[in-house]
């Protein structure tokens, strides 16, 4: 049996509203090995500058990025679909080691096999220091955003 990430292809607003969520909530978890589950065995990265094919290299990347982007916390947004394309934009804050905030801003394009597995991912993202009381993004460090938490155009970024 393959598997098989609801809501699958084609979307509609609503179901690709429900992608996006479940995209956002898992990140939240920092959980390198649940994430890379969205994505097919052979799914096709690229994040910034780095690119990437295959769950192993997701999971190595992930690992890699919630170590130095500490205490993360990501909010994202449905921008456009397609019958099974999605793209989003997103922030997230975060502190490295010395405890310097920052908001990265960005925006991603996803396209979907048949059973909902993301098989491509294509990131650009952009890094501001911010301070500590420019922070915007408060919920417990359990990982899913509060659904009374503002999202992004309520808080416009």
Known sequence: MSESRPPVPPFTRETAIQKVRAAENAWNTRDPERVSLAYTVDSVWRNRSDFLKGRSEIVAFLTGKWEKEQEYRLIKELWAFTDN?????FA??????????????????????????????????????????????????????????????????
Not at 102 to 128: C, K, P, Q, T
Not at 130 to 145: C, K, N, P, Q, T
């Open 92 to 157: 997230y804050e975060w502190h490295d080691a010395e405890g310097a905030w920052h908001r990265s801003y960005g925006n991603e394009n996803w396209e979907f096999d048949e059973n909902g597995l993301m098989r491509e991912r294509h990131a650009s993202i952009n890094d501001v220091a911010i301070g500590r009381a420019e922070r915007l993004f408060h919920w417990d460090r359990s990982g899913v955003r509060p659904d009374e938490h503002p999202g992004l155009s309520d808080l416009q970024l």
């Open 85 to 89: 394309r999605i793209a989003v934009r």
